[in-house]
């Protein structure tokens, strides 16, 4: 949609792969309906996943004993927090709609991508108390999960090898993105890439450039553990 702003969270090493097929895309089709897009690109950015107290500029408020989440609370405050946090905060703050574009690890995030969660949604700037959940600072944002698996789409079902993969959904789109206060569309999941013939790979990407097209007329889902879970 014309004048909206998207950040893409990209988290892969490789320009060519799947995941850099399916960025691609986006970026191509959203910028195509007049959207500001802006991608950042962790591994180029050789983005720092670690949380240390490196990410605090200046003293310390106590020296003595370091917690990482009072310290950055009271930087975030005080606009003291390194300039690789700032920079991030700043490209979302703007963004009406994130993509986590990504391959699944372990069934999360890789570390890249769960370093830049640990680091850039920090109190103060993404959720404070009270301030989670619907009340989350991020709220009137849209966020959707774009990932891959090494798995087939049946390995992910109830009854699949791994379990539903609304499953491992829980602690991305409600544990943090939620709690932050997006609004969470459906997950892009595709599913074995690299068990999938050309033609295969080819209509994966064809179907997130066709959905892309359509994606601010989306509902968001509802982000409770009926959803997750069943009834």
Known sequence: MAGKKVLIVYAHQEPRSFNGALKDVAVAELSRQGCGVTVSDLYALNFEPRATGKDIIGSLSNPGF????????????????????????????????????????????????????????????????????????????????????????????????????????????????????????APQISFGPEMASEEERKKMVASWAQRLKTLWEEEPIHCSPPWYFGQ
């Open 66 to 185: 370091f917690n990482y989440g009072m310290e950055t609370h009271e930087a975030y405050k005080k606009r003291t927090l390194s300039s690789d946090i700032i920079e991030e905060q700043k490209k979302l703050q703007e963004a009406d709609l994130v993509i986590f574009q990504f391959p699944l690890y372990w069934f999360s995030v890789p570390a890249v991508l769960k370093g830049w969660m640990d680091r850039v949604l920090c109190q103060g700037f993404a959720f404070d108390f009270p301030g989670s959940y619907d009340n989350g600072l991020l709220k009137g944002k849209l966020a959707i999960l774009s990932l891959t698996t090494a798995g087939t789409a049946s390995m992910y079902s109830k009854t699949g090898v791994n379990g539903d993969f609304r499953y491992f959904l829980w602690p991305l789109q409600h544990g943090t993105l939620h709690f932050c206060g997006f609004k969470v569309l």
